[in-house]
């Protein structure tokens, strides 16, 4: 994993803009923070040709700086691949690559190569545009990149289809006249108007239809031209182009539902064994190329976020598979001291005061009570629980849970921290789980050699963290699955699936990769494998929920029947609970609704 930042200016080096106000240093900083590992700054000056009217790179001293075009890399890295030591961008012959990203299929590597160097070398031997475009379509995992081919003066950039790693983008303007790709913000500044970069396209920026001083910015912005990732041609295979449709089958008229999840239904054992044997090569494939470390028995690689609930539990129980018995897991279990849950429990509900006075009571002064009860969050008790289950299971697996427990106070002293992260993102709901992301990825709080003995402090080393992220939107978990039947029947299920499966690019993917990976972390999404997610597609409607049962069994029926066969009974019975809910980072100081700009 890796933070870039890139950006392309016209003028000498001392005249760029970039590089006289704050900002340049301010996103370096905050690019830095996502690869601690190795950082470095790379520069190629062109200067325009009035006779071609083209660029060409600068050789000895430089002509008319004011024709000059500059581009400028920075790239930090957390190596997460490959013996050697790295530090990007990568270059080759003139060819410069800025990866941020993992490829698990489509690339025969062994543990000792590097995917951002051996992917350049791939694509340094293609020519055209549409080749580029169809080679991200034969490799799976989560990317952004940007990526310059010398010979050609193009520049290629976007995101892998699920928008897994975060790139956002500024078009020039003429109060800011440069060109920015960015892993994350450095907050609200009106240097920048930054965008996240879609991942409808692959993009392509032709350096050598970029007009000189009188026209740079018109020119530059038409010369990005965006090629649609599924390409056209017959018989071509390119499996990991996009995602696949959500399958129109209807249920046949007769299909009555199952009331029981033992024995598994007949109609339902094959796609409770392909869900099983998809999801572990997928949690396979994210853990086992995490490099050993000095001291790897004592020490964790590898942590999922974890509440307890039916996600996070199976991809721990299949982590715990292919990691050595002798290494722990780490399971980053986060609580908030919540000041209106609190006031809750001591004062009882305040619904009917009014909303004003009610605001100013949650935020008067420190919360009435500050104890180890205030962290006894449901995600917290479910994970407790859930816990119990692993350990009963996995026999001789060391399982660290990490008690995260957030006060009021520091909370609150990160929010402007957390807001700069998460940018373009800032309503309410989205500081609500990047608050959670944050301190869970952090991974900084407390550890028990058994659930009555004293805690003691932990921070977990684990760079590598799994995410369950994923399951809801493709399995059918949300109350709106059920509420589309009520109106629409099966056919407002499958168009609302579609509509989960089209949105999930757009929601809340690139923001949790900043929040995140500012901790220096990397979030894996085994759910979110195109090859998971296009097998689910794939099954017809009722193989994988059925609003007709009831919450805790109809919603994502197909992961609770999966689980219960790997003998997770009490996690296959739980019900579905939003982050921010079960560990109380939501509406702390009685705020809106969360869809309500932060103010």
């Not at 543990?111 to 020519?127: F, M, R, W």
């Not at 597609?537 to 929920?545: D, Q, R, S």
Request: proline share 6%; charged share 25%.
């Amino acid at each position: 994993m890796c933070g870039i930042l890139f950006s392309i200016q016209r003028g000498s080096t001392i005249q760029n803009p970039l590089n006289t106000i704050q900002l340049s240093t301010n996103l370096r900083e905050a690019i830095s923070k996502r690869g601690p590992d190795a950082q470095k700054a790379y520069q190629i000056q062109l200067n325009h040709d009035s006779d071609t009217h083209s660029w060409a790179p600068t050789s000895g001293a430089p002509g008319n700086q004011h024709e000059n075009l500059v581009l400028d890399f920075f790239v930090s890295e957390l190596q997460l691949r490959g013996g050697d030591r790295v530090v990007q961008p990568h270059e080759q012959d003139g060819d410069i690559l800025c990866w941020n990203g993992e490829i698990f299929e489509g690339l025969n590597l062994s543990p000792e190569e590097n995917d951002g160097v051996t992917l350049l070398k791939h694509l340094h031997e293609l020519e055209e545009p549409a080749q580029i475009r169809d080679y991200f379509a034969t490799i799976e995992g989560p990317y952004a990149f940007v990526y310059y081919r010398s010979a050609s003066q193009h520049l290629y950039f976007g995101r892998d289809p699920l928008g897994r790693r975060s790139l956002l983008i500024h078009k020039p303007d003429v109060d800011r006249p440069y060109f920015l790709l960015t892993s994350v913000s450095a907050g609200q500044d009106p240097q920048y108007n930054l965008e996240e970069l879609s991942t409808q396209f692959i993009y392509c920026l032709n350096l050598k239809h970029i007009g000189s001083a009188q026209d740079f910015i018109s020119t530059l912005i038409s010369c990005i031209e965006s090629t649609g990732r599924h390409s056209r041609l017959p018989g071509s295979h390119r499996p990991f182009a996009i995602p696949n449709r959500v399958n129109i089958a209807l249920p046949p008229t007769e299909f009555i539902a199952s009331r029981t999840m033992d024995p598994i239904p007949g109609y339902l054992e094959d796609a409770v064994d392909g869900l099983i044997r998809h999801l572990d090569h997928s949690v396979m494939l994210r853990v086992s190329t995490i490099p050993l470390t000095v001291g790897a028995n004592s020490r964790s690689r590898l942590a999922v976020l974890f509440s307890g609930g039916i996600d996070s539990t199976i991809i721990a129980f299949m982590a715990h598979k292919y990691i050595p018995m002798d290494e722990p897991i780490d399971l980053l279990n986060v609580a908030f001291e919540n000041p209106r849950k609190i006031l809750l429990q001591t004062e009882g509900n305040l619904g009917g005061m009014p909303k004003g006075k009610k605001r100013q009571k949650v935020k008067q002064g420190n919360p009435p009570v500050a104890s180890e009860k205030a962290y006894m969050v449901p995600d917290r008790v479910t994970g407790l629980q859930e816990l119990e289950e692993l350990q009963r299971l996995c026999p001789g697996r060391t399982w660290n849970f990490v008690e995260v427990n957030v006060p009021f106070e520091e909370s609150q002293s990160m929010r402007s921290t957390i807001e700069a992260l998460m940018l373009p993102g800032r309503t309410i709901m989205d500081m609500s789980l990047a608050l959670a992301l944050y301190f869970a990825s952090r991974g900084v709080g407390q550890i028990r050699g058994t659930t009555e003995a004293e805690a003691r402090p932990y921070s977990s080393p684990a760079r590598v963290l799994l995410n369950g992220l994923g399951s809801d939107e493709l399995l059918g978990g949300y109350g709106r699955h059920r509420t589309a039947f009520e109106i629409g029947g099966w056919e407002g299920v499958i168009e609302e699936l579609q509509l989960e499966l089209d949105r999930i690019p757009v929601r809340n993917l690139g923001r949790d990769d900043r929040v995140i990976s500012s901790n220096g972390k990397e979030t894996r999404h085994p759910f979110l494998a195109l090859t998971v997610v296009n097998f689910l597609a794939n099954l017809p409607v009722h193989l994988k929920m059925d609003p007709r049962l009831e919450v805790g069994m109809g919603d994502k029926l197909l992961l609770r029947l999966a689980v219960r066969k790997l003998g997770l009974v009490e996690a296959s019975r739980r019900k579905k609970r939003a982050m921010q809910f079960g560990s109380h980072s939501a509406r702390m100081g009685g705020e809106k609704r969360g869809d309500v700009d932060l103010e």
